[in-house]
């Protein structure tokens, strides 16, 4: 099961723009339900809205909580070496991945990463994935 904190940044958005427009559907259906003039509606139906209203602000601030917690760590690595032997940043890699550079071979030629004790390409390869997959047609 993909756990909200074994997302990246772009699943993240799009689970919260999901819940969001969930939220804003049952809130406008609880609405339009409730303020039925003449209309009885059962106390087992209110409680039911309020139940799911109640669930879904939960699973947002859930969400933007952990969406917050990744831009933040996305921050403090961007300027970090994630070569430290060839001293290449994320910065580095995304300007590479932004200029053409679609595999680790594109990013090692054109910034030397990984070419000294090598510890570095695992991760490198998995960034360059997850770059290269969030922009296909580029
Ligand atoms: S950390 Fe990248 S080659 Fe050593």
Same mark, same amino acid.
């Given at each position: 099961?993909?756990?909200?904190?074994?997302?990246?940044?772009?699943?993240? $958005? $799009?689970?919260?723009?999901?819940?969001? &427009?969930?939220?804003? =559907?049952?809130? =406008?259906?609880?609405?339009?339900?409730?303020? !039925? /003039?003449?209309?009885?509606?059962? @106390? @087992?139906? *209110?409680? !039911?809205?309020?139940?799911?209203?109640?669930?879904?602000?939960?699973?947002?601030?859930?969400?933007?909580?952990?969406? !917050?917690?990744? +831009?933040?760590?996305?921050?403090?690595? *961007?300027?970090?070496?994630?070569?430290?032997?060839?001293? *290449?940043?994320?910065?580095?890699?995304?300007?590479?991945?932004?200029?053409?550079?679609?595999?680790?071979?594109?990013?090692?030629? &054109? /910034?030397?990463?990984?070419? +000294?004790?090598? /510890?570095? *390409?695992?991760?490198? +390869?998995?960034?360059?994935?997850?770059?290269?997959?969030? +922009?296909?047609?580029?």
């Amino acid at each position: 099961m993909n756990t909200l904190s074994n997302m990246n940044i772009d699943e993240l $958005e $799009e689970i919260l723009s999901k819940l969001k &427009k969930d939220l804003a =559907e049952v809130e =406008e259906e609880r609405i339009f339900i409730l303020g !039925q /003039t003449g209309l009885h509606v059962p @106390g @087992g139906t *209110v409680k !039911q809205y309020e139940a799911e209203v109640h669930n879904l602000r939960e699973r947002i601030e859930e969400t933007e909580k952990t969406l !917050q917690g990744k +831009k933040t760590e996305k921050t403090a690595f *961007v300027g970090r070496y994630v070569c430290t032997c060839m001293k *290449v940043t994320l910065k580095d890699l995304e300007e590479g991945i932004h200029n053409g550079a679609r595999t680790f071979k594109d990013l090692h030629l &054109k /910034t030397h990463c990984g070419s +000294k004790c090598g /510890t570095c *390409v695992d991760n490198i +390869k998995k960034i360059v994935q997850d770059t290269v997959d969030k +922009k296909p047609n580029e």
